[in-house]
């Protein structure tokens, strides 16, 4: 069942850009299996950190380099010892278990979701 319908001005809000995943690392003191994050989204954006509970489709060293969709403009937060300044994105597989939202071409850090 789809959401209730929000207007084109509803959407234009939530600010989902592309970056790159620059590092990534153990986060054993999550409540839930996940990772630490830091992504690239350019310039305009800079470096954010993010916590994702990706653990059962990504080992660390894949995630280095990989392109993921993030929404920029929430309020940070705090995540145990972490302040997470990002919400990355994607999809629930048949289990429930997070699958990246990414691009399939390349566009550049920053760019913003339309």
Partial sequence: MAS???TYDDFEKVDIRIGTVTK???FPEAR???YRLTID???LIGVKRSSAQVT??????????RRVAAVVNFPPRQIGPLMSEVL???FPDAA??????SVDRA???GGKLF
């Avoid at 660390?60 to 380099?65: K, T």
């Fill in 4 to 6: 209730t319908p929000i």
């Fill in 24 to 26: 990534a690392e153990p």
């Fill in 32 to 34: 839930k299996p996940a």
């Fill in 41 to 43: 989204f350019g310039p």
């Fill in 56 to 65: 059962k489709h990504y080992a660390l060293g894949e995630l280095v380099g």
């Fill in 88 to 90: 990355c994105l994607g």
């Fill in 96 to 101: 429930g278990d997070v699958v990246l939202l």
């Fill in 107 to 109: 566009a550049p850090d």
